[in-house]
């Protein structure tokens, strides 16, 4: 579950960031160049935020013993009463 809590963080933090410093009026435009500039930022970390949800689902597959038998079990390649 570390490597989930750290992926996390990593993928969700930058959006964090720009939303603060977007909201503190830190980031000013003065031209249409530093406007697109902040605009490929926002799109740039809104996509590594959303990739942490993705990416989830396999890395509980990767790392998770529990959550791969309950998987098989769901789509009946285990049966529930092997342990």
């Known amino acids: 579950m570390l490597i989930?809590?750290?992926?996390?963080?990593?993928?969700?933090s930058p959006s964090c960031i720009q939303l603060i410093m977007?909201?503190?009026s830190f980031m000013p435009t003065?031209?249409?160049?530093q406007d697109a500039q902040r605009h490929l930022l926002y799109v740039i970390t809104y996509l590594m935020y959303?990739?942490?949800?993705a990416i989830n689902f396999f890395?509980?597959?990767l790392s998770g013993s529990?959550?791969?038998?309950?998987?098989k079990e769901v789509f009946g390649l285990k049966n529930?009463?092997?342990q």
Do not use: E, I
């Open 50 to 53: 959303f990739t942490n949800s």
């Open 80 to 82: 529930s009463q092997q």
């Open 59 to 61: 890395l509980y597959c």
């Open 4 to 12: 989930v809590s750290v992926c996390f963080v990593l993928l969700t």
């Open 66 to 71: 529990k959550f791969k038998n309950g998987l």
């Open 30 to 33: 003065n031209s249409a160049k």
């Open 22 to 24: 977007q909201a503190s």
